[in-house]
């Protein structure tokens, strides 16, 4: 037969050959299968039994597939050196030669070398497969951008969710709730926990497929600076309130130990982040309820308290009496009065009181309203006056927390005759100016009303006649503090009474108060001050 007849139908088949190598290489966009039809081509084409292929990632050439050679596992970085020793002793470029894809690595045909034609077919073939191998790589990085995109839409959607959520609620427990959901369910978490230690608030303990013991002994491992941390397999983020770590969440292992990647880690925080502000903001709102309930309560005690001070004292024969209670806080703990013992009429006698009750706020003003009960139940029969306070001691006692208990002094006044006889228990001394000048203290006879049952008290007897003045008052006088924490003292107000005995009760009471508050000079008022003054008169 011709040689050229030969020729032209060896190259007619090489030329069919490609067409049906160019076919299957556009069929399909899948890199996987266009290498694979490569080297099946290649190898059953020119009767090669070891083939591989390396593509060129970044700056190096990685194995992307191989045939009938061990020891060239794919992703391995391509070694020229170790190509020769496996029996891979001829190298094709795949593509430009001043930018290639890739090489293809080939053994030695089972015929010898390569003819001329056969080489000319094996760089046509390159050629044809450089471009289906260049959209394939486009096509591949194409669904991976989009994958990535795909992800970050659900992670953006997932975030606005959490964001109307939060936005939806002023619970806190709820907030832990949609966080926990949202986090557990992005990554079908079957452990996780959440804890926080909110200062005044009640804490927030969940947790799944772990203790909440557990939980707290990882609060010493968090990283201060907000970054997360792993530890025992779990990855603890920390919840922040302003600068400060008030709490944390722990994430388990995902199934099948699939590792968490930056971006799950990016987006994670997020998530916490928003629902740490979400915290903030229901924690904030939990102490305005709070405060607006206990400014409602202070604000009634107040009423109440105001409502049990007498409008108005007596009109007693033979006597001029005022009063003034000025608090501290919006509900303070003193308490004066001047009750009738028996009938009332300004000819009969009659009980004054003042009294200083432990502590301030809404349990002194109960207990205000419990003492005044008292003592106009007890009045009401006409008993001594030391059966009135040790009876007021013992129901006192019987009636409130053992931390609770009040001073006062009464005296017994007889308006007519000016007889008068006091019990002081624990009270601030009263002070008896005569007219004369000269000053006696009603001293302390007892302990404390309603301190300690089954007490004694003992009752003092004294005369005030015309031109003498009484003032009882509380601590709040005495301990009236300048800023430099000098106190008022005894001396001073007896001292206020000494200069204005010659006048009526309201002005002397009104100089006491002067008195303090230019001594004080603007210092800040810790302590209730109340003080009732009695001048008897001719």
């Known amino acids: 037969m011709d040689a050229r007849l030969t020729d032209t139908r060896l190259d007619a088949t090489r030329l069919e050959s490609l067409?049906?190598?160019?076919?299957?290489?556009?069929?399909?966009?899948?890199?996987?299968?266009?290498?694979?039809?490569?080297?099946?081509?290649?190898?059953?084409?020119?009767?090669?039994?070891?083939?591989?292929?390396?593509?060129?990632?970044?700056?190096?050439?990685?194995?992307?597939?191989?045939?009938?050679?061990?020891?060239?596992?794919?992703?391995?970085?391509?070694?020229?050196?170790?190509?020769?020793?496996?029996?891979?002793?001829?190298?094709?470029?795949?593509?430009?030669?001043?930018?290639?894809?890739?090489?293809?690595?080939?053994?030695?045909?089972?015929?010898?070398?390569?003819?001329?034609?056969?080489?000319?077919?094996?760089?046509?073939?390159?050629?044809?497969?450089?471009?289906?191998?260049?959209?394939?790589?486009?096509h591949s990085d194409v669904i991976k951008s989009n994958r990535a995109l795909d992800q970050k839409i659900q992670e953006l959607r997932a975030l606005l969710d959490l964001v109307r959520g939060l936005a939806a609620t002023i619970d806190a427990d709820e907030v832990a709730q949609m966080l926990m959901l949202t986090l557990s369910g992005r990554w079908a978490v079957r452990k996780h926990g959440m804890l926080t230690w909110k200062e005044n608030q009640p804490p927030i303990a969940r947790a799944k497929g772990i203790e909440v013991q557990e939980l707290e002994t990882w609060r010493g491992l968090l990283d201060e600076s907000g970054?997360?941390?792993?530890?025992?397999?779990?990855?603890?983020?920390?919840?922040?309130?302003?600068?400060?770590?008030?709490?944390?969440?722990?994430?388990?292992?995902?199934?099948?130990?699939?590792?968490?990647?930056?971006?799950?880690?990016?987006?994670?925080?997020?998530?916490?982040?928003?629902?740490?502000?979400?915290?903030?903001?229901?924690?904030?709102?939990?102490?305005?309820?709070?405060?607006?309930?206990?400014?409602?309560?202070?604000?009634?005690?107040?009423?109440?308290?105001?409502?049990?001070?007498?409008?108005?004292?007596?009109?007693?024969?033979?006597?001029?009496?005022?009063?003034?209670?000025?608090?501290?806080?919006?509900?303070?703990?003193?308490?004066?009065?001047?009750?009738?013992?028996?009938?009332?009429?300004?000819?009969?006698?009659?009980?004054?009181?003042?009294?200083?009750?432990?502590?301030?706020?809404?349990?002194?003003?109960?207990?205000?309203?419990?003492?005044?009960?008292?003592?106009?139940?007890?009045?009401?029969?006409?008993?001594?006056?030391?059966?009135l306070a040790a009876r007021t001691n013992d129901l006192l006692y019987a009636s409130t927390p053992g931390n609770k208990y009040s001073t006062a002094i009464f005296v017994r006044y007889d308006p007519v005759s000016g007889k008068c006889e006091y019990v002081n228990g624990g009270h601030s001394d009263g002070i008896l100016l005569r007219a004369s000048g000269e000053v006696e203290m009603l001293t302390t006879t007892g302990l404390p009303i309603g301190l300690f049952p089954k007490r004694e008290y003992e009752v003092v007897e004294f005369d005030i006649h015309p031109g003498d003045v009484l003032m009882l008052y509380s601590d709040g006088v005495t301990d009236a503090c300048t800023v430099d924490d000098l106190e008022f003292g005894v001396e001073r107000a007896v001292e206020c009474v000494r200069r204005t005995v010659h006048l009526p009760a309201s002005e002397i009471l009104d100089h006491v108060f002067q008195s303090i508050d230019e001594f004080a000079a603007g210092a800040p008022q810790f302590d209730d001050i109340t003080v009732m003054v009695l001048k008897r008169t001719d």
């Open 227 to 387: 970054n997360t941390v792993e530890a025992n397999g779990f990855l603890l983020f920390p919840l922040r309130s302003g600068e400060t770590i008030c709490g944390m969440v722990a994430l388990g292992p995902r199934p099948a130990n699939l590792a968490y990647s930056p971006s799950d880690l990016d987006f994670c925080t997020g998530l916490i982040a928003q629902a740490s502000v979400a915290l903030d903001n229901a924690w904030h709102f939990r102490d305005t309820l709070y405060r607006q309930q206990l400014e409602k309560e202070l604000t009634l005690a107040a009423s109440i308290q105001q409502d049990l001070f007498p409008k108005s004292l007596p009109d007693l024969r033979q006597s001029d009496i005022w009063a003034r209670n000025r608090q501290a806080r919006q509900v303070g703990g003193d308490y004066y009065d001047v009750l009738p013992i028996g009938p009332s009429g300004r000819d009969n006698p009659h009980l004054l009181c003042v009294a200083d009750i432990s502590g301030k706020g809404i349990s002194a003003s109960l207990l205000m309203a419990n003492i005044q009960a008292t003592l106009r139940a007890l009045l009401s029969s006409h008993p001594a006056l030391i059966d």
């Open 19 to 138: 067409l049906e190598s160019a076919k299957l290489l556009s069929s399909s966009l899948k890199l996987e299968d266009q290498l694979r039809h490569l080297l099946r081509t290649v190898m059953g084409r020119l009767l090669i039994m070891r083939a591989a292929v390396a593509l060129k990632e970044g700056d190096e050439l990685k194995i992307a597939l191989s045939r009938g050679v061990s020891g060239l596992p794919a992703g391995a970085v391509f070694d020229a050196t170790q190509a020769l020793t496996l029996g891979l002793d001829s190298i094709h470029t795949i593509g430009d030669e001043a930018g290639p894809l890739g090489i293809l690595a080939l053994g030695k045909p089972a015929r010898g070398a390569l003819e001329p034609g056969e080489v000319d077919f094996l760089e046509a073939l390159l050629s044809l497969a450089a471009a289906s191998i260049a959209n394939a790589r486009a």
